[in-house]
């Protein structure tokens, strides 16, 4: 009898046939711990993204009602009469409307017949940040 000498790949063969794409069934662990951690990875970033788009939205809120408020006021000084007591010069009115603080300074001008007019909103909280409209209103009676 002839001995064969056979290779370790001739061996191996022998012993562990290699496995073929139909006889693989079901994933590893390595590769579904790999496939949630890159998963939770993308949900993260995308609930941050949508908790940056919360807060942006509800400051945009804030501003647009404070630039409603200020707008009301400003339609209100418009439409009173140049002599209204509410338009003395040197005189700040201040009230809290909805959570806003809606004050408004008038004060003469070095031009005769216009009042300067300084209208302020600002929200009633730590952040809240003023919105300021100056206006001219001139007497032409």
Sequence with gaps: MKPTFQTTHQRIRKTRPMRTVADSRGYSLIEILMVM????????????????????????????????????????????????????????TTRIESGYLIEHTVSTTLVANIKKIDITVTMNAPAGRPITVTYYKANLF
């Design 37 to 92: 951690s890159i998963f939770s990875i993308g949900i993260l970033a995308i609930m941050t993204l949508q908790i940056t788009a919360i807060n942006s939205n509800a400051n945009a809120r804030k501003i647009m009602l404070g630039s409603t408020r200020l707008a009301d006021q400003f339609e209100k000084l418009i439409s009173m009469d140049y002599e209204s007591a509410e338009l003395t010069p040197g005189k700040t």
